[in-house]
């Protein structure tokens, strides 16, 4: 019987030496979720995103996607990432590509689409995210704000079933960064599934349909943004909300 949520994952544990980065996370994300992971630097939140898509290998746990475990999955990894995007904090664009060569360049490499059909799919998806006019510039050309958005389309332009988001406006100055939350906006309220990492109190209280807050590699607190952010049980969270806040 097909399970009620997308992903799953399960008492993952992470250590990088003596340090355990991850102790026991556990969560649930139904398909059309915003999970939305605050907490201090350090505390294992970009490191649960790269274990659910195995960019970093867990220790011990299991992440599942629908009924299919990713966890131990071996070389059919690469199947499991085509349906789960990520979009990283500093871009990782190709310099000698194009904006729009940049987000055609997957569907043509790995699912095989005709040059012509990826082309066409990557205007679409430059399109959704207000960059059409650009495609024909080189990441060096573009704003980070401009290089984020046509990094969220190339994540787009897999068709994923979820989209992993890295602290993906941190690098930016605060007027680029409205312009990268206004595209996750309206991407979560058309019902993409997505997790994200961020310090954007604004954003999750917009459209989290979960706060997640960590802390030394667990989870402290979680529950709707109008709880976590408002009124938090934990005085951790009570501390982190208020820093956060002041800033």
């Given amino acids: ?3 009620e949520y997308i992903l799953r994952v399960e008492n993952l ?20 979720d ?24 867990p ?40 904006a729009l060569q ?7 490499k790995v699912l095989k689409m005709k040059p012509a059909e990826a082309g066409k799919k990557a205007m679409e998806e430059l399109c959704r995210v207000g960059m059409q006019d650009w495609a024909d510039h080189y990441p060096a050309e573009l704003s980070g704000g401009q290089a984020q ?24 100055d605060p007027e ?11 991407l979560a309220r058309g019902g993409m ?15 989290a349909t979960e706060v997640i807050f960590m802390e030394g590699g667990e989870i402290v607190e979680q529950g709707p943004p109008g709880e976590i952010l408002a009124n938090p049980k934990h005085m951790r969270t009570r501390e982190f909300i208020g820093k956060i806040s002041d800033q």
Avoid: Y
């Fill in 149 to 172: 958005r046509v990094s969220i389309a190339r994540a787009l332009a897999m068709d994923p079933e979820v989209i992993l988001f890295d602290e993906p406006t941190s690098a930016l």
């Fill in 102 to 108: 940049n987000v055609e360049i997957a569907p043509i």
């Fill in 193 to 207: 599934t997505m997790l994200v990492v961020t310090h954007e109190m604004g954003f999750a209280r917009s459209v």
């Fill in 1 to 3: 019987m097909a399970s």
């Fill in 34 to 57: 915003t999970k939305v992971f605050i907490g201090p630097s350090g505390t294992g939140k970009s490191t649960l995103l790269r274990c659910i898509n195995q960019l970093t290998v």
């Fill in 59 to 98: 220790d011990s746990g299991q992440v599942w996607l629908d009924d299919d475990e990713i966890t131990g999955c071996g070389q059919k990894i690469s199947t499991f990432r085509q349906r789960i995007g990520m979009v990283f904090q500093n871009f990782n664009l190709f310099d000698h590509l194009t």
């Fill in 176 to 186: 680029l960064t409205r312009e990268v939350l206004e595209v996750m906006k309206e």
């Fill in 13 to 32: 544990h992470k250590k990088f030496g003596e340090r355990e980065v991850l102790h026991g996370i556990s969560f649930n994300v139904r398909k059309g």
